[in-house]
C-alpha cells in the first residue's frame, strides 16, 4: 500500500498524472488508499494487541450486528485472575511474563470454546465468547471451562496457578451492543470464586447488593459535604450501680437522597475498606466534639464515646487531628473516650501502637469495643494502654436463657476487673439482664432498656432528667 501511495505521490507532484483526467483519476486512487487506511486502522483498535484477538471494542460492534437474529445467545466469560494476584505476577516476574501467561490462558480457553465461536479479549484480564443457549449445553461448557483452569497453567516452564472466575449471563434481547451483558457475565464470574463448581449464572440479587454496595460508596463524598445527609445520635451509658450517666456513645446516621436511611453496620464495613473512612472519622470527630462543647456550654458534660476505624491508626497526622479537634472545640482530652475493635488492638504494626500509645498520652480514654467477637490472643490486654473493655451484645442480649453464656460474661468481668479495666455491658434490652450484670459487678450498661440512640437535642432532655 505504501508503494502504491508514493507512486500516485510522485504522479501528482508533477509527472505524467499532473494535468487534465488522469491528475483526476490519480486523485481517486490517493481517496481509495487513504480510505483503506483509516479502515485499516480502525480495525487495528479492535483487537487486543498482545493476544491479537478481538477486543471489547469488536465484540459491542458484533453483539450490535447480530441483534434481533434467533437463538438464546449466551455469554460465557472467564477472568483470569483477582487484580492483587495479577499485580503480584507483574511484580515478581515482569511484564512480558504476565502477556506470556495471558496468551497461554486464552489459548487454554480457545480450546474449550466450541470452534466456531468468536474469542474476544474483552478487558486485560478478561475473555469471553457467545454460545447460542438452544443448542448447546452452557451449564457444561462452564463446567468444563472452570475443570480446565483447576491444573496450573503453563508459562514460559512456570506452573502458574489461577484463580480464574467463569459466569455466564444471558444477551437480552434490546441489549445487543451495550456491554451490559459483559458487566453481568463479569458480576457472574467474580461470584464464582470460591464456589465448588467453580462457575456461576448471573444472579440478580448478588448484582443488586453489589451496586447498591457500589452506590453507597459513591455516594459518600456527597453525604460529607452536604448539610444534612449525616447526622449523629447519642446513646447514654450509665452506672449500672446508681443509673447515673456520664458518658455517651456517638453513632452515625446516613439519609441516603434516593436510598433512604442507611444503617452504620451496612455502610461503615464497605467504607473502612477505602480511603474515605479518613474522610468520614474527620467529620464524626468534628460534629461529635462540636456538639460536646454545645451541650457543656449547657452545663450537659458527658465523656463522649467515638468509634474509630483500625485503619485511622494508620493514618499519618491521625493523631494530630485529635489534638487539633480538641484544642479547636476548647475540649479537655480527658472528656473524649476512642473505641476500637479487638482487631484493631491486637495488630503487631508498630504505626498502629505508637498511635495507641499517643492517644493515650494525649489523655483519651482507649475502650475496646465489641470484645468477644475477634478471635484474640488476649495477651494484648496486658500490654496496651487499654481502660475500658466494652462486651459485645451478642452475648448480653440472649444472656438470660444462656447459663454458658452467663458463665463467660461473669468471667470476662472478673479478668477484666482483676487487671484494672472497667467493664461496659452492651446491648442490655431488660431488666433481668441488668440485673444480673450489675450482681456480677459489670460496671456499666447501654442498651435499649436505658435508652436507644437519641437526637443531640433529646440526648440533652435524657441526661438531665435521668442524672436530676
Ligand atoms: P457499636 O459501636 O458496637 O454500637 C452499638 C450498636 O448497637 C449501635 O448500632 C446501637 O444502636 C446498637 N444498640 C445499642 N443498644 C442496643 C440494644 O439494646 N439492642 C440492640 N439490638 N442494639 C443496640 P448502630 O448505631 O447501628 O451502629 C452499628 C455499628 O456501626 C457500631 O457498633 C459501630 O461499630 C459502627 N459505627 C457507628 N457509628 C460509627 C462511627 O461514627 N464511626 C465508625 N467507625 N463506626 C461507627
Ligand atoms: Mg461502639
Ligand atoms: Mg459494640
Known amino acids: 500500500m505504501l508503494d502504491r501511495f508514493q507512486r500516485l505521490a510522485a504522479s501528482l507532484a508533477g509527472g505524467e498524472a499532473a494535468t487534465g483526467p488522469l491528475r483526476r483519476q490519480a486523485l481517486d486512487d490517493l481517496d481509495a488508499v487513504v480510505g483503506a487506511y483509516a479502515e485499516a486502522r480502525a480495525a487495528l483498535g479492535q483487537f487486543d494487541h498482545n493476544t491479537l484477538l478481538p477486543n471489547r471494542h469488536r465484540f459491542l460492534l458484533d453483539t450490535a450486528r447480530q441483534a434481533g437474529e434467533r437463538g438464546e445467545p449466551t455469554v460465557l466469560l472467564v477472568t483470569l485472575a483477582e487484580a492483587p494476584r495479577y499485580n503480584e505476577m507483574l511484580r515478581a516476574l515482569g511484564h512480558a511474563f504476565a502477556d506470556d501467561f495471558v496468551r497461554a490462558a486464552a489459548a487454554i480457553v480457545r480450546d474449550i470454546a466450541p470452534a466456531d465461536c468468536e474469542l474476544y479479549h474483552v478487558s486485560l484480564l478478561s475473555l469471553c465468547f457467545v454460545l447460542d443457549g438452544h443448542t ?54 467474580q461470584d464464582s470464586r470460591g464456589l465448588s463448581s467453580g462457575w456461576s449464572r448471573y444472579d440478580r440479587a448478588s448484582d443488586e447488593a453489589q451496586r447498591r454496595a457500589f452506590t453507597l460508596l459513591h455516594g459518600i463524598p456527597d453525604a460529607i459535604a452536604s448539610p444534612d445527609q449525616l447526622s449523629l445520635h447519642f446513646q447514654p451509658r450509665v452506672s449500672l450501680r446508681s443509673g447515673r450517666s456520664s458518658s455517651v456513645e456517638a453513632l452515625l446516621r446516613w439519609r441516603h437522597p434516593t436510598l433512604g436511611p442507611v444503617a452504620p453496620g451496612e455502610f461503615i464495613p464497605l467504607v473502612e475498606t477505602t480511603a474515605l473512612i479518613s474522610d468520614v472519622t474527620a467529620w464524626v470527630l468534628e460534629h461529635g466534639l462540636s456538639q460536646l462543647a454545645a451541650w457543656t456550654r449547657q452545663g450537659v458534660s458527658p465523656v463522649l464515646a467515638l468509634n474509630i476505624s483500625p485503619n485511622n491508626l494508620r493514618e499519618r497526622g491521625f493523631v494530630e487531628s485529635l489534638r487539633d479537634a480538641t484544642d479547636r472545640h476548647r475540649i479537655d482530652p480527658a472528656r473524649i473516650e476512642l473505641e476500637f475493635t479487638e482487631n484493631a488492638l491486637t495488630t503487631a504494626e508498630p504505626q498502629v501502637r505508637t498511635a495507641i500509645a499517643e492517644i493515650r498520652a494525649l489523655g483519651m480514654t482507649i475502650a475496646i469495643d465489641d470484645f468477644g467477637t475477634g478471635y484474640s490472643n488476649m495477651n494484648y490486654l496486658t500490654r496496651l494502654p487499654v481502660q475500658i473493655l466494652k462486651i459485645d451484645q451478642s452475648f448480653t442480649r440472649t444472656l438470660w436463657q444462656q447459663p454458658r453464656q452467663q458463665l463467660l460474661v461473669r468471667g470476662i468481668t472478673e479478668m477484666a476487673h482483676a487487671l484494672g479495666l472497667k467493664v461496659v455491658a452492651e446491648g442490655i434490652e431488660t431488666q433481668e439482664v441488668h440485673d444480673l450484670l450489675a450482681d456480677w459487678g459489670c460496671d456499666e450498661g447501654q442498651g435499649y432498656l436505658i435508652s436507644r440512640p437519641l437526637p ?13
Not at 443531640?456 to 436530676?468: I, S
Open 136 to 189: 448447546c449445553d452452557t451449564a457444561l461448557m462452564a463446567a468444563t471451562m472452570a475443570r480446565a483452569f483447576t491444573r496450573p497453567v503453563q508459562c514460559r516452564g512456570v506452573p502458574v496457578v489461577t484463580n480464574v472466575g467463569v459466569g455466564l449471563a444471558a444477551l437480552a434481547p434490546g441489549r445487543e451492543g451495550t456491554g451490559e451483558v459483559l458487566r453481568a457475565a463479569l458480576a457472574a464470574a
Open 456 to 468: 443531640p437535642a433529646e440526648f440533652a432532655g435524657w441526661y438531665a432528667q435521668n442524672n436530676a
